[in-house]
C-alpha cells in the first residue's frame, strides 16, 4: 500500500520568504501526485497535479512542484508567500493500481503567514 | 471549476440515532465517489469508495454496517452514520471524481457531533 509523509507540521513565515513543503511517497509502481490547500473554513482545493511529462509542474496562485522519481518526492515551492497563502497544505498519491482514483494523504501542512 | 456540495454543512445528535448526510455533484456526473473523514489537526482518512449502482468499497477497519453508503444517481452519494456515538464526532469529507479529467474535487465537509 502506498503511504505520504509530510515531514513539516507546522511552518511560519513572513511574507516574500521563500517556501518549500516537503513530500515523499512509499510505491513502487507509477503513481499521480497531488497538492491540496485548504483555506480556514474552506473546503479543499486542488493546487497542482502530476500525472506525466515534465517533473516541474506549475499550478495556481505561484505555487509549484517537483517531481524527483528517484528520491520520491514531490516538493512544493513558492518563490515569494503571501499572507493570504495562510492554509493547510495536503500532498496526496494515487497509485496505480486498479482502483485508479483512490488518493493517499499526508498528514498535512500548516502554513502560518506573518506580515 | 467543478463543484461538489454537502448537506447539511453541520449537524448536531443524540447519541443512539442515526444521521444521514449528502454528497452532490452539481455540474458533472461522478460514478465514483468518496467518503473520507478527519480528526482536528490531522489528515483525510478514506473511509470507502462509493460506486453508482453498485456496493461500497469500505476501508480496512471502517465498519460498513455502522457507515451505510448509497451511490443512488450519478450525482448524489448519501452517508448514514446508524447508531452515533460520541467517537463518531468528527468532520466527514465527500469527493467526486470527475472521469473526463480524472479529477476529485471536495465538498465542503459534515461537521457532525454526537451529545
Known amino acids: 500500500a502506498q503511504s505520504v509523509s509530510q515531514h513539516n507540521h507546522h511552518v511560519i513565515l513572513s511574507e516574500a520568504a521563500s517556501l518549500e513543503l516537503g513530500c515523499n511517497y512509499s510505491?513502487?509502481?507509477?503513481?499521480?501526485l497531488f497538492w491540496y490547500v485548504q483555506y480556514p473554513g474552506q473546503h479543499l482545493q486542488l493546487l497542482l497535479k502530476?500525472?506525466?511529462?515534465?517533473?516541474l509542474v506549475k499550478g495556481i496562485k505561484g505555487f509549484e512542484a517537483e517531481f524527483i522519481k528517484s528520491k520520491f518526492s514531490f516538493n512544493l515551492r513558492k518563490p515569494s508567500v503571501q499572507w493570504s497563502d495562510t492554509a493547510e497544505y495536503f500532498c496526496?498519491?494515487?497509485?496505480?493500481?486498479?482502483?485508479?482514483?483512490?488518493?493517499?494523504f499526508g498528514t498535512g501542512t500548516r502554513l502560518q503567514v506573518t506580515l | 471549476g467543478a463543484v461538489v456540495s454537502q448537506h447539511p454543512s453541520w449537524v448536531i445528535c443524540k447519541s443512539g440515532t442515526s444521521v444521514k448526510i449528502e454528497c452532490r455533484s452539481l455540474?458533472?456526473?461522478?460514478?465514483?465517489m468518496f467518503w473520507y473523514r478527519q480528526f482536528p489537526k490531522q489528515s483525510l482518512m478514506l473511509m470507502a469508495t462509493s460506486n453508482e449502482g453498485s456496493k461500497a468499497t469500505y476501508e480496512q477497519g471502517v465498519e460498513k454496517d455502522k457507515f451505510l453508503i448509497n451511490h443512488a444517481s450519478l450525482t448524489l452519494s448519501t452517508l448514514t452514520v446508524t447508531s452515533a456515538h460520541p467517537e463518531d464526532s468528527s468532520f466527514y469529507i465527500c469527493s467526486a471524481r470527475d472521469p473526463y479529467f480524472d479529477e476529485q474535487y471536495f465538498g465542503p465537509g459534515t461537521r457532525l457531533t454526537v451529545t
Open positions: 502530476y500525472f506525466s511529462g515534465d517533473p
Open positions: 455540474d458533472f456526473q461522478a460514478t465514483t
Open positions: 510505491y513502487g509502481g507509477t503513481v499521480n
Open positions: 496526496a498519491v494515487n497509485a496505480h493500481t486498479g482502483t485508479a482514483s483512490k488518493l493517499t
